[in-house]
Every structure is written in structure tokens, then in C-alpha cells.
T-cell receptor, first 116, second 114 residues
């Protein structure tokens, strides 16, 4: 099983360009998430989707949009990239948002984005 | 943001040493606690969940102290392969208006030397 797959793994953008990060999971999980990780900041939640057809803002949603395309796929879009969005982006999934000992987050391998 | 705090380290220890990490959390309503491991330039992976009674998995022991609002991770007989960053993760109910949100600490870096 692939688990959580993210594309692309690396991307360099110029300020103002747009791009979409793709994420797909094959674990039949209901909930999916997008995090960003910056040095000294830890992982921060951008958006999440509790179930197919719903999306909600996390801690740092400004400058991003998301689409839960179906149960498997959750994409993150940067409409007009800014240098402050240079980061490592992780997609994750779990059975539900009520993460517990029996229901944990599984992460994708990450997407490294640089905005010049 | 101080919901979850960890000593960033780095902890530099020799092989075979015992090392302990602590993590404090601010929300007394938190119900779920975890330790994740993150290798350099890799994704975080669950190391272990932390239960009220404490739990052990081989060389790793996790404990929860609700009264003092901290969790700990003890690694015995450290191996070179234990070198990684250890992330403390706490569920904060209704954080930011969501149904429940996991807050990640910034991580504690461990380096095990020969």
C-alpha cells in the first residue's frame, strides 16, 4: 500500500505564480489535512477536511485554498505565491478528526516549496 | 504559541545511554497524546501513543502526568538509529473552532554518537 502520496516533491516558484499540491490516500480514511513545517515553528495546520465534501480552516489558512476532490484526494492551492510560503508541506490522513491512540495520523513524504 | 512546549535540544548522547524528553501542554482538557519521530528531511511517523497508565514499547517508555500537564519519553540503551527529532503531539479540543486539533511541539533533536 502506498499510504499517502504527495506530488510534487520539490517545486520552485516565482512570487505571484500559482500552483497546486496534490495528495491522495489509499487507506479509506475520512479525514485529510495539510500542514506546513518551518524551521523553529513545528508543524502547523493549514486546512483540513473532516470528511468528503467538507473543508475547514486550520491555524494558518491565509494564502491557501483547498479542494476535497473525493474521499481519496485533497489538494492545496497557492493562488499567488509569496516568499513567506517557502516551506515543507505535508499532507496527512486519519480515519476521523478525532485522533486517538487507535486512530492516528499518517503523513505523506512532503513537498518542498521555494518561492523566490 | 505555547500550547505544547519541548526542549529543542540537541541532546547529544553516546550509544547505550538513557535519555529522557519532556513535553508540557497548556490545555487541561487535552485527551490524546503522542510521540512522533521525524528523521532528517522525512515525514513524521508515529512512535507511540501515550496512555494515562504509561506504556512501554521495547526500549521506549512514555508517561503522562495529567496533574502537572506533561508527557515524557524515555529511551533506554540508545542506538545510532535513534538519532532523529522527536515531536510531542497533543490533541487540543475545539482548538481554533475545529472539532479537535492536534498541536505539534517544535521537536527535540537527538543525536546518538558511537
Amino acid at each position: 500500500n502506498a499510504g499517502v502520496t504527495q506530488t510534487p516533491k520539490f517545486q520552485v516558484l516565482k512570487t505571484g505564480q500559482s500552483m497546486t499540491l496534490q495528495c491522495a490516500q489509499d487507506m479509506n480514511h475520512n479525514s485529510m489535512y495539510w500542514y506546513r513545517q518551518d524551521p523553529g515553528m513545528g508543524l502547523r495546520l493549514i486546512y483540513y477536511s473532516a470528511s468528503e465534501g467538507t473543508t475547514d480552516k486550520g491555524e494558518v489558512p491565509n494564502g491557501y485554498n483547498v479542494s476535497r476532490l473525493n474521499k481519496r484526494e485533497f489538494s492545496l492551492r497557492l493562488e499567488s505565491a509569496a516568499p513567506s510560503q517557502t516551506s515543507v508541506y505535508f499532507c496527512a490522513s486519519s480515519e476521523t478528526v478525532l485522533v486517538s491512540g487507535a486512530n492516528v495520523l499518517t503523513f505523506g513524504a512532503g513537498s518542498r516549496l521555494t518561492v523566490l | 504559541r505555547k500550547e505544547v512546549e519541548q526542549d529543542p535540544g540537541p541532546f547529544n548522547v553516546p550509544e547505550g545511554a538513557t535519555v529522557a524528553f519532556n513535553c508540557t501542554y497548556s490545555n487541561s482538557a487535552s485527551q490524546s497524546f503522542f510521540w512522533y519521530r521525524q528523521d532528517c528531511r522525512k515525514e513524521p511517523k508515529l512512535l507511540m501513543s501515550v496512555y494515562s497508565s504509561g506504556n512501554e514499547d521495547g526500549r521506549f517508555t512514555a508517561q503522562l502526568n495529567r496533574a502537572s500537564q506533561y508527557i515524557s519519553l524515555l529511551i533506554r540503551d540508545s542506538k545510532l538509529s535513534d538519532s532523529a527529532t522527536y515531536l510531542c503531539v497533543v490533541n487540543i479540543p475545539n482548538y481554533g473552532g475545529s472539532q479537535g486539533n492536534l498541536i505539534f511541539g517544535k521537536g527535540t533533536k537527538l543525536s546518538v554518537k558511537p
